[in-house]
């Protein structure tokens, strides 16, 4: 028998863990370089710009699996003094419709999928009021990946038909107007194609996998009518026209509020039930997943808010629902905290306005979901929600007391653990430092300032003093926290 022996080497080991703290360090900087989300900063490219590269725009979002929301930077020939060599920095985006939507084109319709350089299409006429033969000028050379998800997608109902498309895309109104599809309501009314006016019946927004494109026509720049196409009936703008028009009419396009956000539900009334009545036709594509009345937590999952609780306060804006750096952020952090507890599902669920996060365990495994109320919130940045994050992880390793007949840790537990272990175990040396300061900050606004109540208002001291595994008054909460960063016990208020 061959005996194999290893030299043991004093510093192996040393080397190896600091090699894997740079590592964490150089991939977790690109999140906590500021104290809150950034907002993207960088222009828009020139359309000419975005349409000339458009082919291999389509390819970077489709091997990331990026949505359409998502913006991609890039560099454009410099026109403004002084003139920088390697070109100007901006983003380029597109506006898409789902792979199934059907086209007008001379004698029928295609799918535009199936649209490649040269194909012909129908565009309408000098005299607004026919169409006319003309040609795609540019459409993606790859089909797209069939599970590219986008995390904020709208779908609406319209002349018995149903339309999935990015929350961009832009539809002719029947005064000859123009609107994005993230600003309909239901009641909205469209030009048809065959230039009357057709109601929209229901609009929904939701996530969306599958595959989306989008065309641009040969017509010349200057016509509007040119690049305006027959979409499953309705009329609609081509990738050029969608770009002219965000260019040309800024911020009269996002005027109105915006599909699914709170401000739009407390306007429009009727818009859960919309969602639910699109439900059927969804299912015959099942890439769509729409919000619908309400989005119950899991049975026996744990929150970090009281349920009662977890809306914005009167007068606070979310980020908007298209914001894709938040959204980036945020799966980057959930990516983080995976990649040192592989046995949880981390779940980002983007469209849902609750301000709250929940740990639960069923027959499949450990679960964590974050809301997009949360990280959509003013108050809070990645630092806060990496808090959070660590919270719900803390309910399933956290330890007792626990909730009964559960293992998942009490309230208290949860935050003393999540900042005393999982913080630092994620954050390790500095960076916990510099990372926790601003989170129990951050989160402590939150739960007196940011949410429909003041969680230091004595009902809450009552509720407690009646569960002791229920949530901590906010200044509890906050003293947990900073007894842990000074390794103090967990102190008495939090059970």
Not at 120 to 132: E, F, H, N, R, Y
Not at 155 to 177: A, N, Q
Not at 412 to 417: C, E, K, L, M, S
Not at 470 to 487: I, K, S
């Amino acid at each position: 028998m061959t005996v194999i022996r290893i030299k043991y080497d004093p510093n192996f080991f040393v080397r190896i863990v600091i090699c894997f703290i740079v590592a964490i360090f150089l991939a977790f900087s690109q999140i906590m370089d500021s104290p809150a989300f950034a907002q993207a900063t960088l222009p828009d490219c020139r359309i000419q710009h975005c349409n000339t590269q458009d082919a291999i725009l389509r390819q970077v979002c489709i091997a990331n699996k990026w949505g359409t929301e998502v913006k991609v930077p890039s560099r454009q020939p410099d026109v403004t003094p002084p003139i920088d060599p390697q070109g100007e920095a901006c983003f380029c985006g597109c506006s898409c419709l789902a792979f199934s939507t059907l086209i007008a084109v001379p004698g029928g319709q295609r799918p535009i999928l199936e649209f490649e350089e040269g194909d012909p299409i129908l565009v309408i006429g000098d005299d607004s009021a026919s169409w006319i033969p003309a040609k795609v000028a540019s459409a993606p050379a790859q089909a797209g990946a069939p599970d590219q998800a986008l995390n904020y997608a709208i779908r609406i109902k319209v002349g018995g038909k149903v339309l999935t498309s990015s929350s961009d895309h832009i539809y002719m109104m029947d005064d000859m107007s123009f609107t994005r599809a993230d600003r309909l309501v239901k009641g909205d009314r469209l030009m048809s194609s065959n230039f009357t006016p057709v109601t929209v019946e229901s609009v929904a927004n939701g996530k969306f996998v599958g595959s989306l494109h989008n065309l641009v026509t040969d017509a010349a720049i200057n016509s509007i009518n040119g690049h305006l196409i027959d979409s499953e009936g309705v009329i609609s703008a081509d990738y050029f026209l969608q770009q002219t028009l965000e260019e040309q009419l800024g911020r009269s396009l996002t005027s109105k509020l915006q599909v699914g956000a709170p401000e739009y539900i407390r306007k429009h009334s009727e818009f859960l039930n919309d969602a639910d009545s699109i439900k059927f036709e969804a299912e015959a594509d099942s890439g769509f997943f729409p919000v619908g009345k309400k989005n119950d937590l899991p049975l026996g999952a744990r929150s970090f808010l009281p349920r009662d609780v977890d809306s914005p306060a009167p007068g606070i804006r979310f980020r908007p629902m298209d914001d894709s750096l938040t959204q980036l952020k945020t799966q980057q952090i959930l990516n983080l905290f995976f990649g040192y507890y592989r046995n949880i599902d981390f779940q980002l669920d983007w469209n849902n306005n609750r301000v709250n996060a929940v740990a639960w365990i069923d027959e499949s495994g450990r679960h964590v979901r974050i809301y997009g109320g949360l990280v959509r919130h003013p108050d809070m940045a990645a630092e806060g929600v990496s808090l959070v994050v660590a919270h719900e992880v803390a309910h399933h390793f956290g330890g007792p007391p626990t909730y009964p007949g559960s293992t998942l840790s009490c309230e208290g537990q949860a935050d003393y653990w999540a900042a005393l272990i999982v913080m630092r175990n994620v954050f390790p040396e500095d960076e916990y430092i510099e990372t926790i300061t601003p989170a129990i900050e951050q989160v402590y606004n939150l739960l007196t300032a940011g949410l429909i109540k003041n969680l230091n208002d004595p009902e809450f001291k009552t509720r407690f003093d009646d569960n002791p595994c229920d949530h901590p008054p906010a200044d509890c909460r906050r003293d947990t926290y900073e007894a842990a960063v000074r390794l103090d016990p967990k102190p008495a208020c939090a059970g």
